[in-house]
């Protein structure tokens, strides 16, 4: 071989070599693959809103006054870290008690999206847990004694001060909630949403000569059952937040 056809013989293979890696490192940067991951990446959003029950018992009964600020916050595609924060001012008569709850109470937990959307919706089925907490204050306004002997013509005796009535304070409860429900958005980043809760009740403070009947945020306590029910319906609003690459 001669010396000139040599030199074009290693001259051709090493611009082929560098057109070979050239095309290599192109199809690395413009991998459609990445690409469709990046615009189908769902934005961070903060949803924050009202339960809509709990205003509208307050304005349909005296006995009830209460106000629950709902929130979520989306870190992935399917994935929300949500919370609740209310107050509960409730007045019962459980047999021969009557008495009055009112307190505060606290939610955090996880909420996870089951629903798959179809492209331009964002509507929501989801599973979630929460850890919940109450701070609260018991009063027994009155109650019933019974009196079963035959000098008296009264049978009940309504006893309204004295012994055992009056306010039991710095009281608290813990408890787990499962969650199951829905989110529609009805107009643009506007939701209304509706979700069921079982609550099981971890721990609570027991007032002197009475009881927890009645829990802020988890409802109504029996001794024998340590499970309660509630629900909300909300009315949230989400702020998408967008970065720039």
């Known amino acids: 071989m001669k010396p000139q056809h040599t030199w074009v013989f290693y001259i051709s293979i090493f611009i082929g070599t560098l057109t070979i890696n050239g095309q290599e490192s192109a199809t690395a940067v413009l991998d459609p693959a990445d690409s469709l991951d990046l615009k189908s990446k769902p934005p961070l959003s903060l949803r924050f809103g009202v339960d809509l029950f709990r205003i509208v018992r307050s304005q349909a009964t005296k006995d009830f006054q209460g106000f629950e600020a709902v929130a979520d916050f989306r870190i992935s595609e399917d994935l ?71 000098f008296w013509e009264e049978s009940e005796i309504q006893i309204n001060s004295g012994f055992s009535t009056g306010e039991r304070q710095n009281l608290n409860a813990f408890w787990l909630e499962f969650v199951a429900g829905f989110k529609v958005e009805v107009l643009n980043n506007i939701y209304f949403g509706l979700s069921l809760r079982l609550n099981r009740l971890l721990s609570d403070t027991l007032p002197d000569n009475f009881d927890n009947i009645y829990i802020p945020g988890f409802n109504k306590k029996t001794e024998e059952n340590k499970f309660g029910t509630s629900f909300n319906y909300t009315l949230t609003y989400r702020i998408p937040f967008k970065f720039k690459k």
């Open 80 to 150: 929300y870290i949500s919370a609740e924060v209310g107050n509960e001012q409730v007045t019962k008569q459980v047999e021969q008690v009557n008495f009055t709850t009112k307190g505060n109470y606290y939610k955090l937990g996880f909420d996870y999206n089951m629903f798959d959307n179809w492209k331009g919706m964002d509507n929501q089925i989801v599973l979630g847990l929460r850890l919940a907490s109450s701070s609260h204050n018991q009063f027994l306004n009155s109650y019933m004694l019974l009196d079963r002997s035959p």
